[in-house]
């Protein structure tokens, strides 16, 4: 039995989802960009997947601009950053912003990162003092992959633009679609990053969704597809596969949630009553998808490995950082090199059975003899 708690990373495709893609390779293989009737109509059907995505996400007067990744939609955004420009970037961002971002440092644009606070959100106060009317572009995310904080989006984007009204607010929602309500129209933001394989959809498609009006200085040249801002034939299949995972998950949103945050509170619940010692990381609102907890004194590299023996299959924070020294979200926070070192990210899905009470207690097991042995 493989106890899967790093969804967070991944997810597996619906059943549903890989019927789709199946039939869609089968059925709809032709060129949308075709001059023939079945062109016109795979190209039609592409068509209404973006409005299903837009329907999903509240986005009346946005358009959606299919990606390979949310990587390729976060470098997307900041592709639209001119030189000389002064950009504030969130202090707790996935690497495919904070990269990106440092890249576009060495190239010579003003990057300013917004640090965070204790609780693992931006300081919405230092935020406030950042944002000054020169600054054209700032990129937050609205749940963070490493603690599940939930940032305050509608706020932090209109006092932006109460300063700077011309400014590019974008946002990367790969960890909050389709796992809380999320509105375009309510947060205001220009542009908002989502993936598929985060939501039970195929890897190798993503999306950045943007106000209609933007204009979007293209990342790939070539053929003009996806509104000239994304060359390449389309991968219908996938994204086909990708609408399907969307279409199942939507009216479920809030009820996964109730789901979710029972599982994340069961787990918490065995675990505080194991008599483990634990921390948790992040504080105020957060997502239950994910839970970062800090096992001072154990290393969680080494504790991930041990859990695996039980079939538990855990994370030490974001798969594309597992490379990196050290966690920098959770350093931004403020927290110490022990913290740091004895972090586990559990992630939860609605589907996964968990049986917290195994969970709780192969983690107890496990700190307690690395404990006894280091
Ligand atoms: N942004 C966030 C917040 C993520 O969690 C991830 C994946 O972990 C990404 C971006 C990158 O997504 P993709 O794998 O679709 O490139």
């Known amino acids: 039995m493989i106890y899967f708690l790093d ?34 109509e795979t190209k039609k059907k592409l068509d209404d997947d973006r409005d299903v995505v837009l329907k999903a996400i509240g986005g009346a007067g946005y358009k959606v601009i299919f990606t390979s990744s949310a990587t390729e939609s976060n470098n997307l955004a900041l592709n639209q950053v001119n030189k000389n420009a002064k950009i504030i970037i969130g202090g707790g961002e996935h690497p495919s912003i904070y990269e990106a971002a440092l890249s576009l440092k060495n190239r010579g644009v003003d990057v300013v990162f917004a640090p965070l606070n204790k609780d693992g959100c931006i300081d919405v106060e ?12 700032v990129s937050i995310m609205h749940v963070s992959n490493e603690t599940g904080n939930i940032n305050a989006i509608s706020e932090l984007c209109h006092f932006a633009k109460s300063i700077n009204p011309k400014v590019l607010f974008h946002v990367d929602g790969v960890q909050a679609f389709m796992k809380i309500d999320v509105s375009l129209q309510v947060l205001g933001v220009d542009m908002y990053t989502i993936s598929s394989h985060k939501v039970h959809g195929p890897k190798g498609i993503g999306a950045l969704i943007c106000k209609k009006n933007l204009n979007l200085k293209p990342e790939i040249y070539g053929g003009g597809q996806e509104q000239g801002v994304r060359s390449g034939t389309e991968n219908y299949p996938l994204i086909a596969g990708f609408i399907k995972a969307v279409r199942l998950t939507m009216p479920r949103i809030e009820n996964n949630l109730q789901i979710v945050t029972c599982k994340n509170n069961a787990l918490l619940n065995e675990l505080s009553q194991s008599g483990v010692s634990y921390e948790i990381n992040g504080a105020g609102e957060k997502s239950p998808y994910i839970l970062s907890l800090s096992f001072v004194g154990v290393r969680g590299e080494v504790l991930l490995h041990m859990l695996e023996e039980y079939g538990i299959l855990v994370s030490t924070g974001s798969a594309c950082s597992t490379k990196k020294i050290g966690n920098r979200v959770l350093k931004a926070m403020g927290k110490n090199q022990q913290q740091i070192e004895g972090n586990l990210r559990i992630s939860f899905d609605v589907a996964d059975d968990i049986d917290v009470q195994y969970v709780s207690k192969a983690i107890k097991e496990c700190v307690n003899k690395y404990k006894r042995i280091v």
Request: net charge negative; with cysteine.
């Open 126 to 137: 230092r935020f406030y003092e950042l944002m000054t009317p020169d600054v054209s572009f």
């Open 7 to 40: 969804n967070a990373s991944t997810t597996k495709c619906f059943d549903e989802v890989n019927e789709e893609i199946l039939r869609a390779s089968k059925d709809d293989f032709y060129n949308p960009g075709a001059l023939y009737a079945q062109g016109f």
